[in-house]
Nanobody, 119 residues
Framework: QVQLVESVGGLVQAGGSLRLSCAAS????????MAWFRQVLGLQRELVAR???????NYADSVKGRFTISRDNARNTVYLQMNSLKPEDTAVYYC?????????????WGQGTQVTVSL
């Protein structure tokens, strides 16, 4: 059974920083791309940042220059360092990973963690 377990988010003041982590556990062959999404209640889930297995990254325009995605392949973990946080970053953040078994791959999601940025 493959699981993605996220760290706890939290409440932070505008301008502050927060680091999220997400670790994959279970039995699998390898992990491909990993990503962070976020969702505000009533709105569509949106991509925040994505990182390939080799480390190529891409970001939503709204977080470029403020957020950094990274991964530790030895620990099967992806991180999201969030700096200069704004109230509009408030959302539930979900990690996502493409998990490869020997003959197929599936997308997995973390349980979601609330990040709230106050004025």
């Amino acid at each position: 059974q493959v699981q993605l377990v996220e760290s706890v988010g939290g409440l932070v003041q505008a301008g502050g920083s927060l680091r999220l982590s997400c670790a994959a556990s279970g039995t699998f062959f390898s992990i491909g791309a990993m990503a962070w999404f976020r969702q505000v209640l009533g709105l569509q889930r949106e991509l925040v940042a994505r990182i390939s297995r080799s480390g190529t990254t891409n970001y939503a325009d709204s977080v470029k220059g403020r957020f950094t995605i990274s991964r530790d392949n030895a620990r099967n973990t992806v991180y999201l360092q969030m700096n200069s946080l704004k109230p509009e970053d408030t959302a539930v953040y979900y990690c996502n990973a493409e998990i490869f078994q020997h003959t197929y791959s599936l997308d997995y999601w973390g349980q979601g963690t609330q990040v709230t940025v106050s004025l």
